[in-house]
């Protein structure tokens, strides 16, 4: 878990009706080597790729929480044809009507993609034009080929044959079931329910449970309320709600045991890039296996200054609060400045440049102005270690 909340929690994850597993099913590969490396760029616990599209290079995200998502820029430019159109659900269960095409060929570095099936999406939202996402490589594209990612060193390989990476040091496997879309879903265990968890690396966090698998009455673990909006999806945020962190005695991921490790709770169930950063990892669609072997340790720690915030109309609003504490702010509030650093009538350039580096980055204290029914605010906010 991070040491403290930066930011709103990024998911990524999309999912299609079973009606799409054969349109998913479609699509090769070609490899001009044995084993290829690809130049991957993981920042704020996101891995991207470029992505070359008749000669035009592209930004995608590498998730495999998702299908293959193009921009409908791209399908425009391409004057690529509708195959059908159907409902795709996001991670915060909002459903929109979305077009599915065939890409006839990408390139990721030396690999040649040919006829591959994806959704039409706007990637309009804030989140995906500050990060320059012009699409997402997804579990029906990465089932092509066996992968080995290791985010600590920006590192990401593909090969066609599994022997090729050599599994010494692996000592954890996981078996996962594959969604239609082909994204791996691995059975989980904790506080003695049992979860079915999207291994996820479009999810910025580490393990998130739905809430309706959760009881906030269990007194047998210490748990932390908050409420608002504590994540964005796909097609943008959800509505407000309460949601939870707690640390269980253990967590089993296919009967396997880990401890010290933070949950929360939320719209949907996801093993994201804060668990998965402190390994490198193959993914192998063939056997339906990850591999994990152990690089980092990193603490379970939750600190907080108590809020969140989204940048909406290129304003920075409050969107969640810690319950219980003593936290002055208000949902809504438009913070105006922190440490002096003004958050007053931004850019795009300006949104994008504190979406990704927030000012209250590396500080235990800061200095909130706020506006509020018209009237201007000042608070010092100390952060706290609340798990």
């Known amino acids: 878990m991070k040491k403290y909340i930066l930011a709103i929690l990024i998911l990524f994850t999309i999912t299609v009706s079973a009606q799409g597993k054969r349109f998913f099913e479609n699509g090769e590969a070609e490899l001009q080597n044995s084993v290829e490396k ?6 704020n616990e996101l891995p991207f790729v470029k992505v070359n599209i008749n000669g035009k290079i592209y930004q995608f995200l590498f998730d495999s929480g998702a299908p293959t998502v ?22 915060k269960k909002n459903k929109q009507e979305q077009i599915f095409t065939v890409i006839p060929e990408m390139k990721i570095d030396q690999i040649t993609f040919k006829n591959i099936g994806a959704i039409v999406m ?52 996981f078996s996962f079931d594959p969604k239609p879309q082909k994204t791996p879903v691995i059975k989980a265990q904790i506080l003695d329910e049992k979860i079915n968890l999207t291994f996820d690396t479009g999810f910025t966090g580490t393990f998130r449970i739905s809430n309706t698998e959760y009881d906030p009455t269990n007194t047998t673990v210490k748990s932390i309320e908050t409420y608002g909006t504590a994540s964005v999806g796909a097609f943008g945020a959800g509505k407000q709600e309460s949601s939870y962190y707690f640390k269980p005695e253990k967590v089993l991921l296919d009967e396997q045991k880990f401890e010290d490790e933070i949950v929360s709770t939320g719209s949907s169930s996801l093993l994201g890039n804060e668990f998965l950063k402190k390994f490198r990892f ?12 152990k690089i980092k340790n990193y603490p379970a720690k939750l600190e907080s200054f108590g809020f969140g915030y989204r940048f909406i109309d290129q304003k920075a609003k409050v969107v969640l609060l810690f319950s219980g504490n003593d936290v002055p702010l208000k949902i809504d509030d438009e913070i105006l400045s922190i440490n002096n650093v003004s958050l007053e009538n931004l850019d795009k350039d300006s949104v994008c440049k504190y979406l990704q580096n927030r000012i209250e980055r590396d500080h235990n204290s800061i200095d909130v102005k706020v506006k509020r029914d018209g009237k201007v605010l000042d608070f010092t906010i100390t952060k706290k270690e609340y798990l």
């Open 282 to 293: 193959i993914m192998d669609w063939k056997n339906n296996k990850i591999y994990l072997n």
């Open 38 to 43: 690809i130049n991957l760029t993981y920042t």
């Open 122 to 173: 706007d990637l309009k939202g804030v989140e995906f034009e500050c990060f320059k996402i012009d699409g997402i490589i997804g579990a029906n594209q990465m089932a092509k080929l066996f992968w080995r990612i290791n985010y600590s060193e920006n590192l990401l390989e593909a090969t066609k044959d599994l022997t090729n990476f050599s599994k010494e040091g692996y000592e954890t496997v």
């Open 70 to 91: 193009i921009s409908t820029s791209i399908y425009s430019e391409l004057n690529l044809k509708k195959k059908h159109r159907s409902k795709v659900t996001d991670s």
